[in-house]
């Protein structure tokens, strides 16, 4: 995976800040890029050829319910953060995972304009550039870290949103990453989020004691029929019941 990776950040520097081909998908709201394609198809080749016995879900390939009866699943996005990677800014990243049973195992994001890679394994830790990710949570008193989109906001009961949210960048995989690292304490999901989105970031939260969540706190699953997802959160497990609080109806109804 992190060969693959490697492999796809080189294409995506190919093609970054040079005018790459554009169109767009999903009644005109998502843009696609020439790289995305043709990450998509080295990444499909370069794991699939390694691994011909795995299932298959990525952002820019056509959905193979083959991969439901698959026990372990390679859930990739070629670029996220295409609308910042064709504007020339810098996050953005190919996020690659390993989903087996269900559940995130292997996770690889390569931010190659930001000169990251990010890697995880189940029980074998998380690292940024080979530094392992040791997230140290908020000062005693302190105000939470916390990413609130405008449609989580709307969603949570009234008065019980955050005052303060910090900005959360155009990569959701570097968004929730940023989580498992300690640079926030929880990053809120906005609806349509989707598993490729999140397997390879889900790996580091596991793995340095963080869960996404749905709103009623039941733990993310991939490899689902339809992998799309309604509200989420990225957190601490100590922190969920807190935070998904004001997502909850009021006491009696």
Same mark, same amino acid.
């Given at each position: 995976?992190?060969? %693959? !990776?490697?492999? !796809?950040?080189?294409?995506?520097?190919?093609?970054?800040?040079?005018?790459?081909?554009?169109?767009?998908?999903?009644?005109?709201?998502?843009?696609?890029?020439?790289?995305?394609?043709?990450?998509?198809?080295?990444?499909?080749?370069?794991? =699939?050829?390694?691994?011909?016995?795995?299932?298959?879900?990525? $952002? $820019?390939?056509?959905?193979?319910?083959?991969?439901?009866?698959?026990? @372990?699943?390679?859930?990739?996005?070629?670029?996220?953060?295409?609308? !910042?990677?064709?504007?020339?800014?810098?996050?953005?990243?190919?996020?690659?995972?390993?989903?087996?049973?269900?559940?995130?195992? &292997? +996770?690889?994001?390569? &931010?190659?304009?930001?000169?990251?890679?990010?890697?995880?394994?189940?029980?074998?830790? &998380?690292?940024?550039?080979?530094?392992?990710?040791? #997230?140290?949570?908020? *000062?005693?008193?302190?105000?939470?870290?916390?990413?609130? #989109?405008? &449609?989580?906001?709307?969603?949570?009961?009234?008065?019980?949103?955050?005052?303060?949210?910090?900005? +959360? +960048?155009? /990569?959701?995989?570097?968004?929730?990453? %940023?989580?498992?690292?300690? $640079?926030?304490?929880?990053?809120?999901?906005? #609806?349509?989020?989707? $598993?490729?989105?999140?397997?390879?970031?889900?790996?580091?939260?596991? *793995?340095?004691?963080?869960?996404?969540?749905?709103?009623?706190?039941?733990?993310?699953?991939?490899?689902?029929?339809?992998?799309? @997802? /309604?509200?989420?959160?990225? !957190?601490? @497990?100590?922190?969920?019941?807190?935070?998904? %609080?004001? =997502?909850?109806?009021?006491?009696?109804?």
């Amino acid at each position: 995976m992190l060969e %693959a !990776a490697e492999n !796809a950040a080189r294409i995506a520097m190919s093609f970054f800040r040079r005018d790459p081909g554009v169109w767009y998908k999903n009644g005109d709201r998502s843009p696609v890029s020439e790289a995305d394609i043709a990450i998509d198809k080295k990444l499909k080749h370069l794991l =699939l050829g390694a691994r011909p016995d795995y299932g298959w879900l990525s $952002e $820019e390939a056509e959905d193979d319910d083959r991969r439901l009866s698959r026990r @372990r699943v390679f859930v990739v996005d070629p670029i996220d953060g295409t609308r !910042a990677y064709i504007g020339g800014r810098k996050d953005w990243c190919v996020s690659i995972g390993l989903v087996e049973d269900g559940v995130p195992v &292997a +996770g690889v994001l390569a &931010a190659p304009a930001r000169k990251e890679i990010w890697k995880a394994v189940r029980g074998g830790g &998380a690292h940024l550039n080979d530094v392992a990710l040791n #997230p140290t949570g908020a *000062e005693a008193g302190s105000a939470l870290r916390l990413v609130v #989109p405008d &449609a989580v906001k709307r969603a949570m009961r009234t008065g019980h949103a955050p005052k303060d949210s910090l900005p +959360g +960048g155009p /990569s959701l995989a570097l968004r929730v990453a %940023a989580v498992a690292s300690g $640079e926030f304490d929880a990053v809120y999901i906005r #609806p349509h989020s989707n $598993e490729w989105d999140l397997a390879a970031a889900d790996v580091m939260l596991r *793995e340095t004691g963080h869960e996404i969540v749905g709103q009623a706190g039941d733990l993310m699953r991939y490899n689902e029929p339809d992998p799309s @997802r /309604s509200i989420l959160l990225a !957190a601490r @497990r100590d922190l969920i019941p807190e935070l998904l %609080a004001p =997502l909850q109806p009021p006491v009696g109804h």
